[in-house]
């Protein structure tokens, strides 16, 4: 039987998707004002301006970050179209703005389920223009009747038109995730690892969190041989490329087992790095892994895909501990790197 806390986790995760495809759910987030205040804690803010503030705040205090631009299941081509301007500007500020910071997106967000072509030239006109800006792109993984389309994409860009500044997310949570991991490892894909945050059926991933876990320090172990096979190529010091393990999880004891397999082997403190959501900035920042390993944050935009929530908002007692700061601790923190009133990124 599993604790209250996480079935009811379970529930508020399948209710958050539910709403993924409606757009008066992100009316109301942007329109409400305790709404807002609830999504602001996951979220840098609606505005390319916003995330870029964020980023600058964490790189002041020695953290490299992602822009992640929310967004999921674009109904049509123009807003697709839309979307590779907004990853494009993202990409010319940050590297304007001299940014430790590279860029994730969701395919479906670029018309995967549009047109699969105009996708696959989409993505390669950001990964060209990005290449020219230095910056690393990550390819989010969605739920599982994506992860083939995904998969396959990322081999597209980087095997068939060569692109180098590719990677990909792989879900601990999934049963093929282990196969994946091996394939990938032969090209030395710098790659993300996850738990996974859509509600899956049993057929294709462990319905037990116990079984995620083990499966998530396997999978760690894999990325780190596979990147002691390579040479242990190292994250870049501009924070613009990631090294081949992306450690994306908040959980301490995923996060000590894969410290303690990066002493037992000898890897590099800079050929792995840990990644958070911003909401757990200070977690990021007070453990002791940081003096061991890199680590970064995810500065989410937007707010066109309500589902990419769902990615940080893990469970009941995570949600209750971000409501009780959104009334209290809130207006004390100083870590805190959304935008204060005024601000102004330049
Ligand atoms: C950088 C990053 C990128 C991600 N990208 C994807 C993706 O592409 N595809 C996808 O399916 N999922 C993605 N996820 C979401 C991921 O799959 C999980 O759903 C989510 O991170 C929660 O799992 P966990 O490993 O953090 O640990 P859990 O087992 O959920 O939680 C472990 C402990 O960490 C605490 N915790 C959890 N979240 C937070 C938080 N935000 N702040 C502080 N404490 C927290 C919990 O309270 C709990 O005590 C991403 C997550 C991160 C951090």
């Known amino acids: 039987m599993k604790p209250i806390y996480e079935r009811a986790s379970i529930m508020l995760r399948s209710f958050i998707i539910s709403l993924s495809k409606a757009s008066w759910a992100r009316k109301l987030v942007t329109g409400w004002s305790f709404a807002w205040n609830v999504a602001s804690r996951f979220v840098a803010g609606e505005k390319l301006e916003d995330a870029l503030l964020a980023v600058k705040v964490l790189n002041d205090k020695g953290i490299a970050a992602?822009?992640?631009?929310?967004?999921?299941?674009?109904?049509?081509?123009?807003?697709?179209?839309?979307?590779?301007?907004?990853?494009?500007?993202?990409?010319?500020?940050?590297?304007?703005?001299?940014?430790?910071?590279?860029?994730?997106?969701?395919?479906?967000?670029?018309?995967?389920?549009?047109?699969?072509?105009?996708?696959?030239?989409?993505i390669a006109k950001i990964l060209k223009f990005a290449q020219e800006h230095g910056i690393f792109v990550r390819l989010d993984m969605e739920d599982s009747p994506w992860v083939n389309a995904t998969l396959e994409l990322y081999r597209i860009m980087r095997i068939e038109r060569g692109f180098e500044n590719v990677g990909v997310v792989i879900q601990a949570y999934l049963y093929r995730s282990e196969e994946d991991i091996r394939k990938l490892s032969e090209q030395g894909t710098r790659v993300r690892l996850c738990k996974g945050a859509?509600?899956?059926?049993?057929?294709?991933?462990?319905?037990?969190?116990?079984?995620?876990?083990?499966?998530?320090?396997?999978?760690?172990?894999?990325?780190?041989?596979?990147?002691?096979?390579?040479?242990a190529p190292a994250a870049t010091p501009d924070g613009k490329s990631p090294p081949i393990p992306g450690i994306a999880s908040h959980d301490e004891r995923r996060i000590e087992a894969a410290k303690a397999y990066v002493q037992k082997v000898g890897l590099p403190k800079n050929a792995i790095e840990f990644r958070c959501c911003t909401e757990s900035g200070v977690t990021c920042r007070s453990a002791s892994y940081r003096k061991v390993i890199r680590c970064g944050c995810m500065c989410p935009t937007g707010l066109n895909g309500i589902p990419t929530l769902c990615a940080v908002w893990p469970n009941v007692?995570?949600?209750?501990?971000?409501?009780s700061r959104i009334f209290s601790v809130d207006k004390r923190s100083n870590w805190n790197p959304r935008i204060v009133p005024g601000a102004r990124f330049s």
Do not use: W
Not at 88 to 103: K, P, T, Y
Not at 203 to 221: G, I, M, R, T
């Open 198 to 231: 859509y509600k899956e059926p049993a057929e294709v991933a462990f319905p037990k969190k116990s079984d995620v876990d083990k499966n998530y320090d396997h999978l760690v172990q894999m990325l780190i041989d596979c990147s002691l096979a390579k040479g």
């Open 66 to 122: 992602t822009l992640d631009h929310l967004g999921e299941h674009t109904s049509n081509q123009q807003e697709a179209d839309r979307a590779v301007q907004d990853v494009m500007d993202a990409v010319a500020s940050i590297d304007r703005g001299g940014l430790r910071s590279n860029v994730s997106i969701k395919l479906t967000q670029f018309g995967l389920a549009v047109d699969k072509q105009a996708c696959i030239e989409s």
């Open 317 to 323: 007692r995570q949600t209750c501990g971000s409501l």
